[in-house]
């Protein structure tokens, strides 16, 4: 893997993190499951007493997040990336079949996973929010 180029598009991913209008410095939260042919994504803000969900651009992630896994050799492929960013400071860890098994969909999973980086707080969803067409 070309560690340079893994920096760059980690870094990336945290611009156009950053330059959201729903970017929370307090800590955003990006999760992305990719496999062949296949990719789900997941946006958490934290907002002081509660966490916000939601499901990000995927044409503005798409390209960068395949190009990040295909770094790596088809053997050796992560399944899932968890981005935090708090302010300019990022942490990106890569999670395995053997750290998932066959928990990758699991809405829970997820939430606690949220949870977990952002604190034990309640997440909102659009529909809590009353608002259907809250997007990115």
């Known amino acids: 893997m070309s560690h340079d180029r893994k920096a760059e598009l ?3 991913i945290g611009a156009k993190l950053q330059a959201n209008q729903h970017f ?3 800590g955003t939260l ?3 499951a990719v496999e062949d042919m296949f990719i789900s994504m997941s946006l958490f803000w934290s907002r002081g007493n509660y966490i916000i969900y939601n499901s990000p651009d ?3 992630f798409e390209d960068v997040m395949f190009e990040l896994w295909e770094l790596d050799a088809p053997d050796e492929r992560w399944l899932e990336m968890e981005y935090l960013l708090r302010g300019n400071e990022f942490e990106a860890n890569f999670l395995y079949e ?3 098994g066959d928990e990758l ?3 829970s999973r997820i939430s ?3 949870r977990r980086y952002l604190g034990d707080k309640e997440i909102m969803y659009p529909d809590d929010l009353g608002d259907d067409t809250f997007e990115l």
């Open 105 to 107: 969909m699991n809405p």
């Open 98 to 100: 053997e750290d998932i």
């Open 24 to 26: 929370s410095a307090a």
């Open 58 to 60: 995927y044409d503005e």
């Open 10 to 12: 980690l870094n990336r």
């Open 30 to 32: 990006f999760i992305c």
């Open 112 to 114: 606690d996973s949220a």
